[in-house]
């Protein structure tokens, strides 16, 4: 049974980090591009980091570009979104998703999702 569980989120102060999990079981990480996409508050999902083995590249939406960073544990076969500098914009519910092929930022590209971990950066 393919699953993605994210954990991680939780409540910071502006300019802290936390590092978000997403943990994969029924299927190989490695495999498949994995993407984190946020949701904040009365906005649309949007597509945050991508670690894509296809392309064997990694992408960062412009905002988070030298503050995050996606890194691939295959051991454990989980993908993490570490997260450095935290702005009261980055607050919303974290996703990951996972498909095959080359990386996307749309989401009916992507198969399989994880239920979201809440992260909420305070001022």
């Known amino acids: 049974q393919v699953q993605l569980v994210e954990s991680g989120g939780g409540l910071v102060q502006a300019g802290g980090s936390l590092r978000l999990s997403c943990t994969a079981s029924g299927f190989t990480l490695y495999h498949y591009t994995t993407t984190w996409f946020r949701q904040a508050p009365g906005k649309e999902r949007e597509g945050v980091s991508c670690?894509?083995?296809?392309?064997?590249?990694?992408f960062y939406r412009n905002s988070v570009k030298g503050r995050f960073t996606i890194s691939l544990d295959n051991a454990n076969n989980i993908v993490y979104l570490q997260m450095n500098d935290l702005k009261p914009e980055d607050t919303g519910i974290y996703f990951c998703?996972?498909?095959?092929?080359?990386?996307?930022?749309?989401?009916?590209?992507?198969?399989?999702w994880g239920q979201g971990t809440q992260v909420t950066v305070s001022s």
């Open positions: 670690f894509s083995t296809t392309d064997d590249r990694l």
């Open positions: 998703a996972i498909k095959r092929g080359a990386a996307s930022w749309l989401e009916s590209d992507y198969t399989y």
